[in-house]
């Protein structure tokens, strides 16, 4: 399934349904009086979260959708069906933007709903305008219309972790090595381009991991898509900093991704990062003492060691992260906790 995190579409609810003008008829009554029924409501415009979607790719082939009109009212005041609903399902992190760039909505759990489109209400028949004064009315309302708007839908995966760095840096390579996923690999720049999960198992915690495309000079004002994927590690709970160990200078390279992640904002740098030093079996020892002593100076943070084609340092980058998502959980439990109003 091809990946697409960011779909426009167009929206619009049903028209309501006219009232009925309409009298009583029968044999042997000879004053009726109106029997004109209401009109049915339009339908709405829903969006839905659901567990099976991590992707907008459907939205690239259908961009509209428009609810069903109520039903006109009809005689024996007999009241119109409501249109049908239109349910537009999204995978969880999706939000919903208005063109303007107002948030609209933000789906985050499978269940949650939120409506973009309100259903015209419809009109009156006859029978309603019945008074002691005027016991023959003529007159029934036409069905109020419908909203219709654009709207952005933008996908923030939902990952525990992370996976950030230059391009190239072995981040697919990872990925593939501690998870089912199977990322694109290869030895060119830009290889990944867009984001892919895979589910780690480790002793202490199964975890959710995402490898985001490499970041370059000026991602967060959009260089290389770099808006669109800084977004999606902005749920993730830890990042894993991968910095290929063969560069010439691996500070320079920590440099450029730390200074993408504070131009963007939205506390990317507020978040646990753990370093590490990839492609590691490609350098003698002495040599790669020297890239880590060089990294740690600059991070001031000691890097692990990580070469995902032989092994070495994985199980111990994978404790770190696991490490670090249940210490957040537990901070989110216990925020929560603090939140929730006392109860006797």
């Not at 995402?210 to 977004?231: K, N, Q, S, V, Y």
């Not at 560069?247 to 450029?256: F, I, T």
């Not at 003492?289 to 100076?297: F, P, T």
């Not at 340092?313 to 006392?342: H, T, Y």
């Amino acid at each position: 399934m091809k990946f697409l995190d960011q779909a426009k579409i167009y929206v619009r609810s049903g028209d309501g349904g006219a009232g009925s003008v309409s009298f009583r008829r029968e044999k042997f009554i000879e004053f009726g009086g109106p029997d004109g029924g209401a009109g049915g409501k339009g339908g709405d415009v829903w969006v839905a979260c659901v567990a099976n979607l991590n992707t907008l790719i459907d939205y690239r082939y259908r961009q509209h959708f428009k609810a069903g009109k109520g039903h006109d009212g009809m005689g024996k005041n007999r009241s119109g069906a409501a249109g049908e609903d239109v349910v537009i399902p999204v995978p969880p992190g999706t939000q919903v933007f208005a063109g303007d760039g107002t948030l609209l909505a933000e789906l985050l759990k499978p269940g949650e709903r939120a409506r973009l489109a309100v259903g015209g209400n419809g009109g009156f028949g006859n029978a309603h305008y019945k008074s002691s004064v005027n016991q023959a009315p003529r007159r029934a309302n036409p069905g109020l219309p419908g909203e219709e708007l654009t709207v952005w839908l933008r996908l923030k995966l939902i990952a525990d972790a992370g996976i950030i760095g230059l391009p190239n840096a072995g981040k697919s390579t990872f990925l593939a090595a501690v998870s089912a996923a199977k990322p694109k690999i290869a030895d060119y720049p830009f290889t990944t381009l867009y984001p892919h999960l895979g589910v780690v198992r480790t002793p202490a915690l199964d975890f959710v991991l995402a490898d985001i495309p490499g970041l370059i000079a000026g991602a967060h004002d959009g260089a290389g898509l770099g808006t669109r994927f800084l977004g999606h590690i902005e749920r993730c709970r830890v990042l894993l900093h991968v910095i290929d160990a063969t560069l010439e200078d691996v500070g320079e390279a920590y440099r450029a991704v730390r200074a993408e992640l504070n131009a963007y904002g939205a506390d990317l740098t507020k978040k646990k990062e753990i370093i590490a030093l990839s492609k590691c079996d490609a350098l003698d020892p002495p040599g790669l003492a020297r890239k880590a002593a060089a990294l740690k100076a600059i991070a001031k943070n000691k890097p692990l060691l990580v070469s995902a084609v032989t092994g070495t340092g994985v199980k111990e980058a994978l404790a770190a992260l696991a490490k670090e998502i249940l210490r957040a959980e537990g901070k989110e439990r216990s925020s929560r906790a603090a939140e929730r109003p006392w109860q006797p």
